[in-house]
């Protein structure tokens, strides 16, 4: 089964309509997609969420769509929480839960902005101190399941979106190690799907898609049950990069992932 829960469009941060992106997930012959536009997020300087106004349009038009398309494409109504949201209601078919900021100090620090921003805020209010920031930030990935009441956790590593090659902390540092492991075994006991990730590989941030190769071994180990998304913010990127992705499952020891039916989330094969 061909499927991306990760979608993103013009209702929040996106560039596509919905109905665009509908048209080319049917041209590359998906079998089902999930829209997961960004709820509303208190965060002042927030850009990515929709306005409170905006949720009930986002809702009625997916529901539309659903229906326009039935037949053709399986559609699901989800969204993606931040760990800091406003209350959006209830009825989405599957929820993503993600942490996008950090607070410090009274304020709420972007984990995945800017480049320059990420590492300036590191320094600003942790002195440099990238494994403190990496405690925080697991700090509330632990807590994402029972705070949003996600099925899906999204991106677990975000916070290494411009560390690539481990150019600016070491993920293997026992600090770094010690609070991620920390934040799957919170998360462990919480009946969550963990996502393999590769939307900062289509942004160009990546080689590689979320997770790291260990802490997906880790997943793996822990029997934590996986699903496959692009984080699309295009029409363009609905599958990128999935194959690379089935990959590096198989490469950390898993043959199935998980997808989203009418009856459910379900374990499938991987396949590319």
């Known amino acids: ?10 209702f929040c941060d996106g560039r596509n ?20 536009s960004h709820a509303p997020c208190p965060v002042p300087e927030d850009s990515a969420g929709m306005k409170p106004d905006d949720v009930p349009a986002y809702r009625a038009e997916i529901l539309r769509l659903r229906e326009k398309y039935a037949g053709r494409l399986n559609i699901f109504l989800g969204l993606e929480r931040d760990f ?10 599957y929820v993503i839960g993600s942490v996008h900021y950090v607070e410090k100090e009274g304020r709420a620090l972007p984990v995945d902005y800017l480049p320059e921003e ?4 590191v320094f600003q209010y942790y002195g440099g101190d990238y494994y403190a920031f990496a405690e925080d930030y697991y700090r509330l990935v632990g807590g994402i399941a029972e705070r949003t009441g996600c099925q899906i956790v ?23 190690v010690n609070a991620a492991l920390g934040a799957l075994e919170r998360l462990a ?8 990730n590769t939307g900062a590989m289509s942004r160009g941030y990546r080689s590689e898609p979320y ?16 699903c496959i998304t692009s984080d699309s913010h295009s029409a363009g990127t609905l599958l990128h990069a999935f194959p690379q992705a089935v990959e ?18 379900q374990p499938v094969e991987l396949t590319n």
Request: proline share 6%.
């Open 189 to 196: 006991g919480r009946d969550v799907i963990f996502e393999i």
């Open 1 to 10: 089964m061909i499927q991306n829960l990760h979608t993103h469009t013009s």
């Open 118 to 121: 990420f590492s300036r805020t």
């Open 17 to 36: 309509s919905p109905e665009e992106i509908i048209h080319e997930a049917i041209r590359l012959g998906m079998d089902s997609l999930g829209f997961s």
């Open 154 to 176: 999204g991106h677990f590593d975000l916070i290494t979106k411009f560390n690539e090659g481990d150019k600016l902390f070491d993920t293997s540092h026992p600090r770094y």
């Open 84 to 93: 800091f949201f406003f209350p959006d209601g209830d009825g989405w078919d």
């Open 248 to 265: 590096l499952a198989r490469s950390c020891g898993y043959r199935e992932q998980m997808v989203l039916t009418r009856q459910g989330f």
């Open 211 to 226: 997770p790291a190769p260990a802490l997906l071994r880790a997943m793996r180990d822990m029997g934590l049950p996986i």
